[in-house]
């Protein structure tokens, strides 16, 4: 039965809401060493999942502030229209930071930074250019910059000046990708002077790495790649769409794509949301694929998150979903959707142009058969970038020679994270860590650690090889302490790295530090006989 036009705007506004609860000097050396350590080996961190271009996604205005303007910070780091003139009426803000639509903030980025960013405001942007400058100087030598879309969210939001088809708002993101690039350049003395370069093969990263610089790859994270969404278990793509749109991406330089992310499509069943939360996207995939979630329960050791079933809670009531949601079995939960045939062809389209295959966001059922697919190739560009499967599955990444990274945790979480996957790494395999920060993917960057005055983050310290000092990270009037402030935008991420090493030793860096080596040996390494 479809759904009412209010009942869907009701429930689409309430997705909305919900949807990512999921979710002094800066540098005194003038330049970092050329990370190299040894004949070809790198040495540096891999942030293997962000979005520094999500600005123009969702219709482009519900996250506040850009990576970058021609006219400068203060064009750049400016706050959106509806939250003027004090917050009030920010409700996406002030739901996601404080629980509540009820909220204030200060409005002004630009120079007093008084409110945003912060690691727990997720409408703000953390990611404008001068402060990944300062990640980079600080060790990071590789940065998976995905493309995000999602057609429901911005269908919902009632502000928009772009598109909500999901892929025209992925080759917008491109575009403000190479114009970041080029802006970039422009400040360093021209075409290719840049500390940054967008990179399409292992080759081109080790060289830009090589001269100092942070090599970008490319990445798409969206429901409905090419139109692969499904109504009533009816596809809406074919094997040529896909075809298609794998080509023009690979053109467009993508080199790593998720097949699903919040909704199940014609591709695959997703990882569920658990919660709150969960029942509010499960309801945003009824509204977009006509059905509610399909569980039943695991019979094996992997499994996606639990989902509630029944009625919504009561302080929730309002939603009104105009009826109970399905009445699901015993936990542990498994989503009766797994890799679909057109998600096959797809998989194998990627294998084919070369591509990175991102796991996480799959059913535990989309995701076995993927790895399955994986093994039988011997092909080792496999990647779960922040956190989103069963770690079940992460010998079956490493034994290919894949990678893991953690979600940007705070950073105890994030420690024991490292350990866990450490347990589990092929030892005959060069095991290096990265980490997803997600900036700007609507989920929160590391908060301070808690009870962290006995053993603070000293300032200034040194970045892991030696080769540049950061105090704390002053923009404008505003300076940031990670003891105090957390990972408040990106350039604090060196700031988090040195807390992870005052609480775990220098173990924890120097498997960091190998990541990015890591990432590029699965980059470049043949399929496996």
Known sequence: MPVPRSMAARLGAALLLLFSLVVA???????????????????????????????????????????????????????????????????????????????????????????????????????????????????????????????????????????????ASIRLQVRRANELQAHIDSRHGGPGKGWLRIVRSPEEARQVIAQGKLAMVLGVETSEPFGCRIVNGVPGCTKADID?????????????????????????????????????????????????????????????????????PKELSWIDPGGAFPLYPPAPHCNKLGLT??????????????????????????????????????????????????????????????????????????VQDWRGAKAVRDPSRLFGYGYGMDANGLGPLPAPRANNSANPVRYPFQSHDGSVTLDRLRTGERTW????????????????????????????VNDLAWAAEAYLRAWESPPAP
């Open 25 to 167: 000097a800066e540098v005194a050396a003038p330049r970092p060493s050329a990370a190299q350590g040894g004949p070809g080996a790198v040495r540096g961190f891999l942030d293997a999942h962000s979005h520094l271009h999500s600005h123009e996604s969702f219709g482009g205005m519900l996250l506040c502030g850009k990576p970058f303007d021609p006219d400068g910070i203060e064009d750049a780091l400016r706050d959106c229209i509806d939250h003027h003139p004090n917050g009030a009426l920010a409700f996406f803000e002030n739901f996601l930071k404080n629980g509540s639509p009820i909220g204030t903030h200060d409005p002004r980025g630009w120079p007093t930074f008084k409110d945003w960013p912060a690691w727990n405001s997720l409408t703000h942007q953390t990611a404008y250019h001068e402060w990944v400058e300062r990640a980079w100087r600080g060790g990071q030598r590789i940065l998976v910059n995905h493309m995000v879309a999602n057609r429901q969210i911005c269908d919902v939001y009632p502000l928009k000046r772009t598109s909500c088809d999901e892929m």
């Open 244 to 312: 298609r749109g794998l080509d023009e991406m690979h053109s467009l330089g993508v080199r790593s794509m998720f097949l699903c992310h919040k909704f199940d499509n014609a591709l695959c069943g997703v990882r569920f949301d658990g919660g709150t939360q969960g029942l509010i996207i499960n309801a945003g995939n009824k509204i977009g694929t006509g059905r509610f979630w399909q569980a039943e329960t695991c019979t094996t050791a992997e499994h996606d998150n639990t989902v509630a079933g029944g009625t919504l």
């Open 341 to 414: 045939a057109l998600g096959e062809h797809m998989v194998r389209g990627m294998m084919q142009r070369d591509m990175w295959i991102e796991i996480d966001h799959m059913s535990v059922r989309a995701a076995s058969r993927t790895l399955d697919i994986l093994e039988q190739a011997g092909y080792p560009r496999v990647i779960s970038s922040h956190s989103w499967t069963d770690r079940n599955f992460y010998p079956r990444i490493y034994r290919l020679g894949g990678m893991v990274a953690s979600y940007g945790h705070s950073s105890e979480k994030f």
């Open 481 to 508: 302490d990670v003891n105090v402030d957390g990972v408040a935008n990106y350039g604090l991420v060196p700031d988090w790295i040195e807390d992870m090493r005052v609480i775990a030793g220098p173990e924890i």
